[in-house]
């Protein structure tokens, strides 16, 4: 039997139909960011259903309306949710609008669309039956100068059926490259939506409504991380209070540095450019590179001095233990004297003297090597000549209360009060250090998406120098990534130039440049990135006026 020619033409319109929607819902997908793909919704509902205009309406939780709570009782109302008035378009006329809220009742035909999940279909707008319970808001028309005829109102809904928003599409146009200017274009121009035109724009408001639950989704997973990542920035912080606002400043300081990069012409960056997921990328990378410290002991990471407090405070109470029994002792001698010489008293008075001279004598050396130690212990070089007094400290012994020999110093304190520089030993460095492993343990952990991919690898490099003298691994140049080697020209110039810190005074911001220059010289950090650091004036982003 012969197919009719009609049934085959509605055969093709089908096909070409579904392949125009196909297309839309690639577009649709391929969007994450919320506001661009509103505006494409609400555009390709307009294009496939040949409509002049259109508003974009969301379905929001929240109590009263921007203008106040909605009504009390209003028919139909629905309490806990209202409609975001959140776009409109129109071809033939501009006209600002202001974003507002509006309740969702029977009265106003979004929140008909969105209480009952139906579709309203009117030829002209201006003529409602008078047994629906909603009405046409003109006030659009008659502050534009335009003219609403046929309208269709369309619930976008997931696939729960919830209805998540509205689509509303005015006046559909016989040619679309007509502009609706006065009554006459629009009475020649304008008739109601088709049946297909209502299918089409009812099927792609499904479409719509399960990219836009996706891209909210994609929104809120992005803002659950970015809080974890802010909470981990100030797990650390409160760990090491006296590093406050590093990683912030170091992550300001980096993106700023790669802006500067994508803008360079010419040199060995010029073809480099970073896209919107690769800052945020290197934000990320940059926020978290310290989160390792975290695994780090908290003595070494705030130890500010050679000994660490509880230590050298045992020592001065030590020290005073030891004041205290030299004291008793020539005490003790004393009586001795005075008891033995009783009838000598010239004798007596020459051993008194004595006595009183070796006790100021004991008593003012336990002074000064108390006050060496409380110099030597705070974290400055260490002259080679102050080896000896250290080693004649530690050479000198005394009696416990138990009559046990004990040194003045312990081998742990002669240890730590000998450090060259600095108020870290060398276990105590390689702990510092391996923070950066704990970073990269860490985050490695975490399953990135393919475009966020490299954070381990970005903060696992941040200690590496291009000259293969960096941590952990040693890499060189070629093996260090880009992102790695601008965060560590910005992280050296904040260690640099921060407030103070117990164990370093803050340098001015001309002196940490200086600095750079020399690691520049060094081999230590790529002077093409350092360049672009001192012309973008990166540094001035965090660096403190001189006072």
């Known amino acids: 039997m012969a197919i009719p020619r009609r049934s085959g ?19 649709l997908s391929e969007t994450r960011d919320v506001e661009r793909l509103l505006a494409l919704i609400l555009q390709k509902a307009r294009e496939i259903t040949g409509a002049d205009a259109g508003s974009l309406y969301l379905v929001e939780q929240g109590g009263g309306t921007a203008n106040g709570p909605g009504p009390e009782g209003a028919k139909g109302a629905e309490k806990g949710r209202h409609l975001r008035f959140r776009l409109t378009q129109n071809d033939s006329v501009q006209f600002p609008y202001i974003e507002h809220t509006l309740p969702i009742t029977e009265s106003s035909m979004a929140g008909y669309c969105a209480l009952h999940g139906e579709v309203i279909e009117l030829a002209d707008a201006y003529r409602i039956p008078k047994s629906r319970p909603f009405h046409f808001n003109s006030s659009f028309d008659e502050q534009a100068g335009y003219r609403t005829r046929s309208l269709i109102t369309l619930p976008m809904k997931n696939g729960k059926g919830e209805v998540l928003g509205v689509l509303q599409l005015i006046n559909c146009k016989r040619h679309l490259q007509a502009r609706l200017t ?20 009812l099927s792609l408001a499904s479409q719509a409504a399960v990219a836009f639950e996706n891209s909210q989704l994609y929104r809120d ?21 006296t590093t406050s606002g590093h990683s ?10 790669a802006e500067a990069v994508d803008r360079e012409p010419q040199g060995p960056y010029a073809d480099l450019r970073f896209s919107r997921e690769q800052m945020k990328e290197l934000r990320y990378a940059a926020l978290l590179h310290d989160f390792g410290k975290v695994g780090v002991h908290e003595e070494v990471l705030v130890k500010a001095k050679k000994l660490y407090p509880l230590q050298f405070s045992r020592l ?36 008194l003297k004595l006595l009183d001279a070796e006790a100021n004598r004991l008593l003012g ?7 060496f130690i409380t110099r030597v212990n705070e974290p400055t070089i260490l002259p080679s000549s102050e080896f000896e007094l250290l080693t004649e400290i530690s050479q000198k012994t005394y009696r416990d209360p138990r009559g046990a020999e004990r040194p003045y110093l312990t081998s742990d304190e002669v240890r730590f009060l000998s450090i060259p520089r600095g108020s870290l030993d060398k276990n105590e460095r390689l702990q510092i250090e391996s923070h950066v492993t704990h970073s990269f343990n860490f985050l490695a952990q975490i399953p990135w998406t393919p475009e966020y991919r490299a954070i381990p690898e970005i903060a696992r490099a941040h200690h590496e120098k291009l000259n293969g003298r960096g941590y952990p691994d040693g890499l060189t140049s070629v093996g260090i990534p880009v992102q790695a080697k601008m965060m560590t020209i910005c992280d050296i110039f904040d260690a640099l130039s921060a407030s103070d810190r117990p164990y370093k005074r803050a340098v001015p911001a001309d002196r940490a440049l200086e600095i750079l220059k020399l690691c520049v010289r060094d081999e230590e950090i790529d002077a093409e990135l350092f360049r672009l650091f001192l012309d973008a004036q990166v540094y001035r982003l965090v660096a403190k006026p001189a006072q």
């Not at 997973?221 to 209070?241: C, H, M, S, T, W």
């Not at 912030?248 to 540095?257: F, I, K």
């Not at 005073?320 to 009838?343: F, P, T, W």
């Open 221 to 241: 997973i992005e803002n659950l991380f970015d809080g974890f990542v802010n909470a981990a920035v100030k797990a650390i912080e409160q760990r090491d209070p």
């Open 248 to 257: 912030q400043r170091v992550c300001e300081m980096t993106l700023a540095l």
């Open 316 to 351: 001065l109470d030590r020290f005073d233990y030891i004041r205290r029994d030299i004291e008793a002792r020539i005490a003790e001698q004393k009586v001795e004297v005075l008891l033995g010489h009783s009838r000598k008293r010239a004798e007596a008075q020459s051993r």
């Open 182 to 201: 006065d009554a006459n274009s629009v009475r020649r121009y304008v008739h109601p939506f088709p049946e297909r035109a209502v299918r089409l724009g």
């Open 365 to 371: 050396e336990l002074d000064r090597y108390a006050e």
């Open 9 to 27: 033409l509605s055969a093709a319109q089908a096909g070409r139909e579904l392949e125009e929607l196909n297309r839309v819902g690639i577009a």
